[in-house]
């Protein structure tokens, strides 16, 4: 791999840049950002050797990680611009509007839909570090749909930066991302509006907050331009899970305000199973 | 001080023997905890040196570090047994059923009502470490209340194990907690479920978990045996809580439904601003 371009110089695509410069060498970064201080920010951090809005015509790899509701334009745009030898690859995290608005492209074959489970809650290329994809999952979509042999790039990059690959439908990917990660955010985000509002009261509510507090509503700091355009994308899945939290909420009240404790102590008893799960991952 | 008593081996009580042990290296510690298990692993992990229901008459401080709806009786048992020179203090993360149940037993002087902010979502003595409450915040609530001079046995021991002291009353004690801790877990617990109950149609969710889904559902790993007595005892400040959240996010479902993406994002941006409070603080 030679030539690797990235158009959304924040968190991941950033990440991205600094992670491939660290396993490929000669490698020629060239990148985009529509906010000036990032694509500043991008040159001085080393990420990109030169900015330019679409990449070069014989560019290995075209990654687009901008937030969901211009993916399709710009995976448009970006595969009008390349030629036959380069692949173009979305990150958005979601699938399935991508993967329909992309069908027709007469360059279909040469689009890659994926999505890298990594992230955390700051954004900008400041947030960036090379490590954020090491030994993370990256889903891919609709695999069938792209070229075998420009397939091989990407694998080249995904190798070398640790990624374990998973592959799966769209509408799955979709489903199961909006109880994994959506709601996740959409619960901090609102845990965080309801602390913030108790502040009116308490002015000194915070100084008491733990570290459970902390973890809980980390979310809550993300950036609302990449969030906004998921919660749209991805609406019906969404409120399938947050109808879901909200009666499960709703139930559990019940039990609060019936005093009914040893009810409460078998129900999370239940949920404590989560335990094994989650530690399975780590 | 030469004698510590701890009644409750798990997470809090084996923490502060095994801090106070590093610190004060005469100190004979006693303790006790219902589970054969806990009271034998306390032994192994050097947390006690002898295993006794109550404390000696001349022990400097006791601590009682049991769930919630235990506490007001074993604080009376202890203080009933002590001499003039004990302090006893209880851990509970509740603070107003406690102050009122002790407020008129005889050797109300020699309590004290603490609650260290301070924890993590694992139990038992194996999860104990000494480092637990380091540079934690205490608060201790109808400090009035207390001997001055049993006081200071006390302080001693916070002190060394570097604990901030904050004084507030039991009502307002309860009525930030149920925000800013017993409401994040509820968050969490409910988080939890619902993932689980999607489990159910699909196997492999907790595969495309990351990070964001590991932090807000982290402490629905906690205790049932603890927390549930915590929701009865701080109830009508839970409910409250929980219907301002609830409604946070019944709200915040009808601007997802209505695709309204520009809304979304000005509310989260208002809800950012926890950013700079939650750096604030570590």
């Known amino acids: 791999m030679k030539k690797l371009h990235i158009t959304g ?5 950033g990440s991205f840049a600094l992670a491939a410069r660290q396993k490929f060498h000669e490698l020629e970064i060239s990148g985009w950002d529509t906010s000036e201080q990032n694509l500043k920010d991008a040159h001085t951090l080393g990420m990109i050797d030169k900015a330019q809005e679409l990449p070069d015509e014989d560019v290995d790899l075209a990654i687009i990680a901008t937030p969901a509701d211009t993916l399709a334009s710009l995976v448009s745009a970006t595969l009008d ?3 036959p030898e380069s692949l173009v690859i979305d990150l958005g995290s979601t699938k399935s509007t991508i993967c329909k608005a992309l069908a027709d492209h007469p360059k ?9 489970i990594a992230g955390t809650e700051y954004s900008g290329p400041r947030a960036a570090f090379p490590e954020l994809l090491d030994r993370k999952v990256m889903i891919l979509c609709e695999m069938e749909k792209t070229d075998l042999h420009l397939k091989e790039k990407a694998y080249e990059l995904f ?7 998973r592959f799966m439908e769209p509408d799955e990917h979709d489903k199961q991302l909006a109880f994994v990660s959506h709601l996740s955010h959409i619960s901090s985000f609102m845990l965080g509006k309801t602390v913030l509002q108790k502040m009116e009261d308490d002015k000194n509510i915070f100084d008491m907050a733990g570290s459970g507090f902390a973890s809980t509503v980390r979310l809550a700091k993300s950036s609302p331009s990449m969030w ?7 609406k019906d899945n969404i409120l399938e899970a947050l109808d879901g ?7 559990f009240r019940l039990k609060i305000d019936a005093t009914s404790g040893e009810d409460m102590k078998s129900e999370m008893a239940e949920i404590n199973s989560i335990r094994d799960i989650l530690d399975l991952q780590s």
């Open 228 to 234: 906004a355009p998921i919660f749209t994308e991805n």
């Open 9 to 13: 110089l924040g968190l991941l695509g």
């Open 81 to 83: 611009k390349v030629g």
């Open 245 to 251: 939290y909200i009666e499960n909420l709703q139930k």
């Open 108 to 116: 279909r074959k040469q689009f890659l839909a994926g999505h890298p």
């Open 159 to 165: 190798d070398a930066l640790n990624l374990k690959l």
